[in-house]
Each structure stands twice: as structure tokens, then as C-alpha cells.
């Protein structure tokens, strides 16, 4: 439930009490009784008793099949987990093309019946940035309408906008591109290198000229062979003969949460002008060296100079990614849980199959040794009886693991369902622990005496 995320359907009702426990424990003792009454109801007749090393050995067989097939199964939620662990690895380690570190964003909640035009959202939060900027060593202060890699963002159509001096592109062809409206500082603060042309100034945002920058993605795909820098668009419909140019190109960033393709994206300009502002979307973006807690202090409290019934809310944008790592997190976990269950049971299988075994045999074992068999030789004669169980329950499990891959196919980053490092990981870890599970009671019978072994029973 910890590590669950949010909107889990009646997880918060979720809970341990006593009727699951009487019920766990109920099942527990009905298990121990059927399986019980099954062997104390049986009445071999004398033909049976003759033949008891016939139905031993077939009992043994039984017993082999339900620890292999236990082996069997450990491999399946191993090789799943290894796949789930190789994903979510890769989704820590990707690239989103800003920094999270040292950013804060901040939701200011303006109460719509006082701040009931642009022009009041735009005098307002000019004067919150003003005192913002102020504050000691915050480096770049920036509004914005979103922020990546994920939540709600702006797009357009691809048909939906007109390149000066090219034929109009045919209404539903292209594609959706992302959409951002932000202030001079937003590349500064999120550290979203322009790497052609500029991106926008303090004079931009007084000027009447409407910029925008461009992603890469976004400039290949509007101007492709070409230099964007002063290239000009319009929007197709209502308002078309307004032009944007083109200033700069930035790198990518992820925007379409942590496991979607990058999409294109244009970066319009927010300029201190009142229809700049008439979508009522502002997000504070602030970057700054010092501690969380002390800058969402001062931040707070510079907003609550200006109007102390306006809420703020401060979160690291750092924490913000986070918790789009929630669910890929919460599915690793869950199935890694139940995959250390299964290997933890196929482990007592085979230790409680060759702990019997070994009992079973220790006469042959004495024989063995007063003929001349080593200590060394009975650890193998035990051991190779626990790694044929392994072998064969491993390659099973791994057929079978193969064949359900495909099944994770949806919830994997980057991973393919035949994962090279997760197939070989799964046996291993299987290996390791079935290695240790084997050499127990095969330590246990290379230790035995010939003379009280010859006198077992």
C-alpha cells in the first residue's frame, strides 16, 4: 500500500484484521488435515506392503514433479521481475533533456472574483516575479502554462498551422505538436539548452514581435532541410494573419511522461501583454541552489506580501518526476515480492525432498562408504539428485517464461519481452539459491558414519 500510486481503485480500504488471519489459518490447518487424512485412511493390503519399495519410489517421483514444478514457477516470476527491474532501470536512466535538480515550481491559486481580468492575472504575477527574482540566490525565475515530462500540456495540429511561402497542409495530416507558453528565464531555470539561433530576452517580452523557439524534433518537422532561424507560421482560422518567428531551436525534452515518445514542441513567447495571459495558466518555475523548505518559505511568503488570501503551492519538480515513476515502481515491486515467495519456496521444496531422501538412504549410504566411496562421493551422489531437479524445473521455467513474455509487453520501457540479461539473471538467481538448498543435506549425508549408518532401522 506504501509504494502503491494514487488512483489504485479501493486500495485505501485495503487492510490486514483478524478475519483474514482466521482464514489463513484455517486453510493452513484444512491443508495439513486432508493431505493427512489422505495417508492415514489408506489401508495397503499384504500385496501393497510387499511391494513397498514400488510405491516409495513412486511417491519419490510424485514429490519430484511438485518440487520441479515449484522450480518451474520460480523461473516464470523471476524472468518477469528481471524484465520489470531492466524496464524501470531504464526509466531512471533515460534522458528527459531538463534538470529536476535545485528547480521548484509553484501553483498560485488566484480567486477569480477579485483577479477577474488578464490584465489583473498579469500585473499580479509580474509583481510576483519581480519579488520572486529578488530573494537570495535564485537564479532564474520563469512562468509557464506546464511543465515536463508529464500532466496536462497544450497542442496543436500539425494542419493546424501555415508555413509563410508553402502550400497549407491538408486538414487531420501530420500529427499532434506540444505547445508551451513561457517566460524569457523557463529555458534558464529548466536548463534546456538552445542550441541554434536564441531563446527569448527581457526586451522580447516588451516587444510587439510574436517568437517562438523550437524543439529539434519540432523544427525538423516544420522546416525539414532547412534553417529555421526567422522562418515565420501562422495558425490556420480565426487569427491567421498573426505571424510567429521563429528564434531559436532547443534541445528536446521529454514531454509526454516518462515512457512516451518525445513529441515536437513549440515554445511561444509569454509577453508582458494582457492577451498574452487570458488562458489564466501560470506555473511558477523558480531554480535555486538553496534547501526546498527554505526557498518554498521565502517564496510563500513573498506571495503573501502581495495578498495574503492567495494559496500557494510548492513542489520540487524533482518529486514531481517521481512520482511519475510510481507505477512502474509499484509493478517491479509486486511482482519482485512474489518472485522471492516463489524462489523461497522452491528453495524448501528442494531442501525438504533431499533432507527426506537422504534419511531415506542412509543404509545405502553406509554401504557405500564401508565399499570404499568417499565422503566426496556421497556429497555428489546428493547433490547431482538435487541439480537433475533444478535442471529440469529450470529449463521448464524458462520455456514457460518465454512463452508468457509477451504478456508484460505493455508495461515495459525500452525492454524487449526477450530480454537477453533478464533470461539469464532468472536461472541464476534460481541457481544460486537451489545451490545452496542442494548442498545442505548433501553436507548432511557426507557426514554420516558407515557403522551407525549400517545399523539405521
Known amino acids: 500500500m506504501a509504494l502503491a500510486p494514487a488512483g489504485v481503485p479501493f486500495l485505501s480500504k485495503a487492510h490486514l484484521d483478524l478475519r483474514i488471519a482466521a482464514f489463513t489459518v484455517v486453510l493452513a490447518l484444512a491443508c495439513g488435515v486432508v493431505f493427512g487424512m ?35 514457477a520460480s523461473v516464470v516470476l523471476l524472468a518477469g521481475a528481471a524484465l520489470l527491474l531492466r524496464s524501470f532501470q531504464r526509466i531512471e536512466d533515460q534522458r528527459l533533456g531538463f534538470t529536476t535538480h535545485a528547480v521548484m515550481t509553484a501553483q498560485i491559486a488566484l480567486p477569480g472574483f477579485r483577479y477577474n481580468t488578464a490584465a489583473k492575472w ?9 519579488a520572486v527574482r529578488r530573494l537570495p540566490d535564485v537564479t532564474a525565475v520563469a512562468f509557464s ?14 494542419s493546424d498551422l501555415a508555413m509563410e511561402g508553402r502550400p497549407h497542409t491538408a486538414p487531420g495530416v501530420g500529427g499532434w505538436i506540444a505547445t508551451r507558453r513561457v517566460t524569457p528565464e523557463y529555458f534558464r531555470a529548466l536548463d534546456i539548452p538552445v542550441i541554434r539561433g536564441r531563446g527569448f530576452t527581457g526586451e522580447d517580452s516588451n516587444g510587439e514581435m510574436r517568437l517562438v523557439v523550437l524543439s529539434r524534433l519540432a523544427a525538423a518537422r516544420l522546416f525539414p532541410g532547412e534553417d529555421p532561424i526567422g522562418k515565420r507560421f501562422s ?38 501583454v494582457a492577451s498574452d495571459w487570458s488562458d489564466r495558466r501560470a506555473l511558477l518555475v523558480i531554480g535555486s541552489a538553496l534547501p526546498e523548505a527554505t526557498v518554498a518559505g521565502w517564496v510563500q511568503a513573498a506571495v503573501h506580501n502581495l495578498d495574503p488570501t492567495v494559496p500557494v503551492e510548492m513542489v520540487p519538480l524533482a518529486q514531481t ?6 507505477q512502474p ?4 515491486a509486486l511482482l519482485g515480492f512474489f518472485a522471492l515467495m516463489g524462489l523461497a519456496m522452491a528453495a524448501v521444496g528442494i531442501y525438504g525432498i533431499l533432507a527426506y531422501l537422504t534419511s531415506q538412504r542412509i543404509q545405502e549410504i553406509g554401504v557405500r562408504m564401508a565399499l570404499g566411496a568417499t565422503r566426496v562421493n556421497i556429497l555428489g551422489l546428493i547433490a547431482r539428485d538435487g541439480l ?58 557426507m557426514k554420516v558414519e558407515p557403522t551407525v549408518a549400517l545399523r539405521y532401522e
Open 329 to 332: 515502481r509499484f509493478e517491479t
Open 145 to 158: 502554462d506546464s511543465v515536463p515530462p508529464g500532466g496536462w500540456q497544450s497542442e496543436l495540429r500539425y
Open 321 to 326: 518526476v517521481d512520482k511519475l515513476a510510481d
Open 388 to 445: 537433475r531437479m533444478v535442471l529440469a524445473g529450470g529449463v521448464l521455467g524458462l520455456a514457460a517464461a518465454l512463452g508468457l513474455a509477451h504478456v508484460l509487453r505493455a508495461l515495459l520501457y525500452q525492454t524487449s519481452t526477450y530480454d537477453t540479461l533478464a533470461f539469464v539473471a532468472a536461472p541464476a538467481v534460481l541457481c544460486a539459491v537451489a545451490g545452496a538448498a542442494v548442498l545442505l543435506p548433501a553436507q548432511a549425508a
Open 122 to 130: 498579469l500585473e499580479f504575477h509580474l509583481q510576483v516575479e519581480q
Open 235 to 272: 495558425m490556420v482560422g480565426p487569427g491567421s494573419d498573426t505571424w510567429f518567428t521563429v528564434a531559436g531551436v532547443a534541445e528536446d525534452a521529454k514531454n509526454t511522461g516518462l515512457i512516451g515518445e518525445e513529441r515536437p514542441e513549440i515554445y511561444f513567447l509569454r509577453r508582458d
Open 38 to 72: 489422505t495417508t492415514a485412511l489408506h489401508r495397503p493390503d499384504g500385496l501393497l506392503v510387499n511391494a513397498r519399495s514400488t510405491l516409495s519410489r513412486r511417491h519419490v517421483r510424485l514429490r519430484r514433479v511438485l518440487v520441479m514444478g515449484q522450480i518451474a
